[in-house]
Every structure is written in C-alpha cells, then in structure tokens.
C-alpha cells in the first residue's frame, strides 16, 4: 500500500524480514543479507520502516538503526536512515483511544 500511495516501481522497495530466534530456518529475504545484497549492487541510499512495531525499541533502534546501517556500510551503502515508529505521534494516540473505547464500550 505505502508503494502504491507513492508511485514506487518495483525496483523502488523492497521487503525484508529481522527477528531470527534461534537455529530454525527464519523467513526470508533476512534483513541484512538483502541490505549487503542491495549495497553490492550499487545501491547508496536506503530508507528502512519497520512496520511490525508501533513504538520504537531495541530491536528497531540499536539492529536495525545501529547494526544494519553498520552492515549496510560494510557493504559499499553510504546511508541507512531509519524512519521512527509511531511511538507517541498524536494521531497514533487518538487512533489507540478510539480503539479502547470502542472496546471498552463493547
């Protein structure tokens, strides 16, 4: 949806999958073997939502902010900027409200 709200061609975006636990097989592409694939084929810049949080937390901010823009880099990218969750953005917390109180008034 957010692709097709911004005319992205497929060559645009992308999507990628974090949180392996353990030593089961994880989905797949993994987040930082497609970023190392993305940097050695020229691509500089990325841009990385992780859609999956509403709130920011270590997962978001220190893998993927810190150690898959370090990974990125390694790679041949110059620059990974992490969009931020919805964390506390006004209209994040008007949507929630609404929420509890249609739940709470069943």
């Given at each position: 949806l957010i692709a097709e709200r911004y005319n992205?061609?497929?060559?645009?975006?992308?999507?990628?999958f974090q949180s392996r636990f353990g030593r089961e097989e994880w989905i797949k592409p993994d987040t930082e073997m497609h970023l190392a694939r993305l940097a050695a084929n020229g691509v500089k810049k990325i841009v990385v939502f992780c859609p999956a949080f509403v709130s920011?937390?270590?997962e978001t901010l220190e893998e993927i902010g810190i150690r898959a823009a370090e990974h990125f880099r390694k790679h041949g990218g110059e620059e990974l900027k992490l969009i931020p969750s919805l964390?506390?953005?006004?209209?994040?917390?008007?949507?929630?409200?609404?929420?509890?109180?249609?739940?709470?008034a069943g």
């Open positions: 992205l061609s497929a060559d645009e975006w992308s999507v990628s920011d937390c270590l964390n506390d953005h006004p209209e994040w917390i008007h949507a929630l409200t609404s929420i509890i109180r249609q739940q709470l």
